[in-house]
């Protein structure tokens, strides 16, 4: 089974938003898919992206192939240099969890004040 990380298509018609899923190459664009790796919406300006990058590293380090669209969406989250680098997994995670914990922090002091 080749796993490709693709866009599968959501959102009304003519106001597209996609989600980058690790799909079965065989598989219909929007059929089913093996994983959710992130969000992609073209509408918003500045276009608004979304990617685990945990999870797309460890895609890409299962073998995934990415389409055009979405190595270009990953070189600007960050996954594809730290695929490149060979940043393990555990440390894009906890990256991932400070982030959180950061965000959440400077919630609680705007809340506060």
Excluded: C
């Excluded at 490709?4 to 009304?12: A, D, F, H, Y």
């Excluded at 989600?19 to 919406?41: E, H, L, M, Q, W």
């Excluded at 490149?84 to 982030?99: I, N, P, R, S």
């Amino acid at each position: 089974m080749a796993v490709r990380l693709r866009l599968t298509r959501t959102g009304k018609k003519k106001q597209p938003s996609y989600r980058v899923v690790a799909a079965d190459s065989r598989a219909p664009r929007d059929g089913k898919f093996i994983d959710i790796v992130g969000t992609y919406n073209p509408r918003l300006e500045p276009s608004e992206i979304l990617i685990n990058n945990a999870k797309a590293v460890h895609w890409l380090r299962q073998g995934a192939l990415p389409s055009e669209r979405v190595k270009k969406l990953l070189e600007i989250s960050g996954a594809w240099a730290a695929f490149e680098d060979g940043t393990t997994v555990e440390a894009l995670e906890a990256e991932a969890d400070a982030a959180k914990a950061a965000a959440a922090e400077a919630a609680a002091v705007e809340v506060s004040a």
